[in-house]
């Protein structure tokens, strides 16, 4: 049985790839086989080289001075325009409507469009001999973990697969950065009289070259909010995984972003492989009464919705799918996913690893002005409040104390009008009154 890692291109964001191999390596996880795109593609390089310490050293001391020589600030600059809608694959490359997308999304990457073309490229030195320093083709080619790459035939625009034996002798860093050379921002780059441009313009995440080598089971990790393979989710022997943030711009190397990264990329691979739980917020594993106790009250809140709009949907359930990338719910995902809305309502810390009963205390603490009984007027209540009173004097905050302080004293509730507009609200509350001993509630 071969087991792959398929690490996806996503330029400084490499830093939460190198967070998650960085773990993978702590928690003794192995591979025999790796392939990369892009900044995929170099750090899977490393992997396949067994060194992780100059993975470790590389998004230590990466910053722009160490990619470029006077380019302009390019943290902002997305990834976006890396799409193969841009391409007919048969009839080659539309470099026009290449350059059209990118000077669209912000002046910022017309600028840089500028100054590609009067400099005939960006200056990218430092980062090729960085990357020169560490590349060692006798290791990689003796190394037991094959390696693959993804790169593209410019102008054809004609996906290039090359594994490490495929690849010619003296040329192996040159497809590294073939597979990178995120055009415009990076130069082309030549091999043998061939232009060769990211991969990412054809294959992102190289899983099916994975599975060409062999593999028999799949790691994954997309650096991207939306899946760049979602048909690959939710199959058997392929472990999927991606962010449960947005990691940024492509192009940002502000320190504190980089280090963010990286941490959200080891918290990943340790939830990913069974030792810590959770999805955006992390957690010590444990067993709860409240996973199922909520879990029951998500079922019986959607029963009740399906009443009032007469439909046979979950709405609650596909709101928890979407925050999932559509991946199968566990039992602890309805409650892990939950809490995870209410960490970002409260701005609580996503790089730390709770005890459950620590982050249960800190809702207690942040909730409980609202179950005092006069903390809102006795007059306001939900029959008599329409929604639109509750979104301009309320903050979201304050609209689920709003819920919660109803549940306490039984108040009557309008919920057709607060599950079409306010489901979230209602979810967080529900499970927040359940946090704090109120059990499950029913709704008047």
């Not at 006069?374 to 306001?380: A, I, K, R």
Request: net charge negative; hydrophobic share 40%.
């Amino acid at each position: 049985m071969k087991r792959a890692i398929v690490l996806s291109g996503g330029g400084s964001k490499g830093a939460y790839e190198a967070g998650f191999l960085l773990a993978a390596k702590e928690l003794n996880q192995h591979f025999d086989i790796v392939t990369g795109t892009s900044i995929g593609a170099l750090n899977g390089a490393l992997v396949a080289m067994g060194d992780y310490e100059g993975l470790e050293y590389t998004w230590n001391i990466l910053d722009m001075d160490h990619v470029f020589n006077n380019a302009p600030d390019l943290t902002d600059l997305k990834d976006d325009f890396m799409t193969t809608s841009l391409f007919n694959k048969e009839e080659g490359s539309n470099l026009s409507e290449l350059k059209e997308s990118i000077a669209q999304q912000t002046s910022l990457a017309q600028s840089f469009l500028k100054y590609y073309f009067k400099n005939k490229g960006a200056d990218n030195t430092p980062f090729v001999e960085h990357c020169r320093g560490l590349m060692d083709e006798e290791r990689l080619l003796s190394s037991p973990i094959d390696f693959g790459i993804c790169t593209v035939q410019f102008p054809s625009m004609k996906a290039c697969y090359k594994t490490k034996s495929e690849m010619e002798r003296g040329h192996m860093l040159d497809y590294l950065l073939a597979s990178s050379a995120c055009f415009p921002v990076f130069p082309m780059t030549e091999i043998n009289g061939n232009k060769y441009i990211d991969g990412g313009f054809s294959d992102n995440l190289p899983i099916d070259l994975a599975l060409d080598m062999g593999a028999d089971e799949i790691v994954v990790v997309d650096m991207h909010l939306i899946p760049v393979h979602p048909q690959y989710i939710n199959r058997p022997s392929i472990l999927y995984s991606c962010p449960p943030v947005d990691l940024g711009g492509f192009m940002d190397f502000n320190k504190d972003a980089l280090e963010r990264n990286k941490r959200l990329g080891y918290l990943m691979a340790y939830k990913l492989f069974g030792n810590y739980e959770g999805n955006q917020y992390t957690f010590l594993p444990s067993n709860q009464t409240v996973f199922h106790d909520y879990y029951k009250q998500l079922l019986m809140m959607e029963k009740e919705m399906r009443g009032f709009f007469n439909s046979n949907s979950s709405e609650l359930t596909s709101l928890l799918l979407e925050a999932n990338h559509q991946m199968i719910l566990n039992l602890k995902d309805y409650t892990y996913i939950t809490l995870d809305f209410i960490g970002e309502l409260m701005g609580f810390d996503d790089l730390k690893v709770y005890a459950f009963e620590e982050y249960k205390n800190m809702i207690r603490n942040a909730f409980e002005k609202y179950m005092e009984k006069d903390y809102f007027p006795q007059e306001l209540s939900l029959t008599k409040v329409n929604l639109s009173f509750l979104q301009n004097h309320l903050n979201r905050e304050s609209i689920v104390g709003f819920f919660l302080h109803q549940m306490k004293y039984k108040e009557a509730m309008d919920m057709k009008s607060y599950y079409t507009f306010c489901r979230k609200e209602l979810m967080m509350a529900s499970l927040i009154y359940i946090l704090m001993g109120g059990g499950s509630n029913e709704h008047h």
